[in-house]
């Protein structure tokens, strides 16, 4: 097996970073000219990315209740649920397999141990595994907002799934699916059996092919590649929204989420070896004063301590009881 690996560089200039602000999604009227010079379509055989100029002025005065006076915004990071190919024990990488009925079901736990946290946007790697999981995640949430796909690949998908009704837009949430979070693409291991590879390349070089940072299994990407487009997505594209005080769900892959956590954490390439993340499970920070402040998995919908993180978190917690007590009265 050739030990060359694919030039990062390569898969970053594929589409640009920035392609478009999504938090605008809930107050944009229309205004998609189809002709218009203000679109920049930045193109290559299989991906497309419209940045549409008009939409990318700062996200202010988003009516929504979980946003306010504050610099404080919760962030949730979820590895997708079980897959097919985890359930196989085969490498996986960028291929886009669906989730087993395992991890619909931790997908759908996820979502009870997030229930009661508001979520503004919703960022995904363009991985149905991870798309699903944020889905069915949200079908457990008690404000019931409806994520919403945006499909900016195109002028014409942009116009053609626009929303009319500024009141619907209110009740939906934005769901942004990005590359640059897909798992890291394991090259020439994609589809290999893991035992198995193990058996033939020894135990060492196959961990230090899974776990290590400067290492990319062949002509795959090493972690730190992962993260150099991972973490660009995330300080050009998400971090600006938590310093908009919008609350960010991240449904992505073991990888692409290590890389981030080792820049929420300040991890060194040594520590970021023993970090392994179960599928399903999230992860809050809260993000204050340009800080990260990490606090673990929430445990439960009932679990007194998750809503003594913040106060604004434990103020949403009570505004949703008191709107559940007013249907039941
Ligand atoms: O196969 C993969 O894509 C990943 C995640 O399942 O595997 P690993 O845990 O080896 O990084």
């Not at 209740?65 to 190919?85: D, Q, T």
């Amino acid at each position: 097996m050739a030990t060359t690996t694919m030039s990062h560089q390569a898969i970053g200039s594929i589409v640009s970073h920035r392609p478009f602000k999504a938090s605008q999604f809930l107050k944009e009227p229309l205004n998609v000219p189809m002709k218009s010079k203000r679109f920049k379509i930045e193109a290559t055989a299989s991906q497309i990315s419209v940045v549409d100029n008009t939409f990318l002025s700062p996200s202010k005065n988003r009516p929504q209740e979980s946003k306010k006076n504050s610099n404080e915004a919760a962030l949730i990071l979820i590895r997708h649920g079980e897959s097919l190919w985890n359930e196989k024990n085969l490498f996986t990488g960028c291929v886009d397999v669906p989730l087993t009925q395992k991890g619909v079901g931790e997908a759908i736990e996820a979502g009870k141990k997030i229930s009661n946290i508001p979520v503004d946007l919703i960022f995904t790697s363009s991985l149905i595994r991870a798309q699903m999981t944020a889905m069915l995640a949200m079908t457990q949430h008690r404000r019931k907002k409806v994520p919403i796909i945006l499909h900016n690949e195109s002028v014409k998908a942009k116009t053609w799934s626009h929303v009319f009704s500024e009141e619907t837009r209110k009740q939906s949430i934005p769901v942004i699916a990005a590359w640059q979070l897909n798992e890291r693409m394991y090259g020439e291991l994609q589809g290999l059996n893991k035992k198995e590879t193990a058996e033939r390349y020894g135990t060492q070089q196959v961990h230090e092919w899974r776990r290590s940072y400067e290492i990319p299994p062949p002509k795959g990407e090493s972690l730190e590649m992962c993260a150099e487009r991972a973490v660009a997505y995330f300080e050009d594209n998400i971090k600006p929204e938590l310093a908009s005080g919008n609350n960010v769900m991240i449904a992505a892959h073991g990888n692409s989420l290590r890389s981030i956590i080792m820049y929420l954490d300040d991890l060194t390439s040594q520590e970021v070896t023993t970090l392994d993340l179960s599928t399903g499970v999230p992860l809050l920070y809260i993000f204050k004063e340009g800080k990260f402040m990490k606090r673990g998995s929430p445990v439960g919908p009932t679990e007194a301590g998750v809503y003594a993180y913040t106060k604004r978190l434990a103020q949403y917690r009570e505004k949703l009881d008191a709107a559940s007590q007013a249907t039941l009265d």
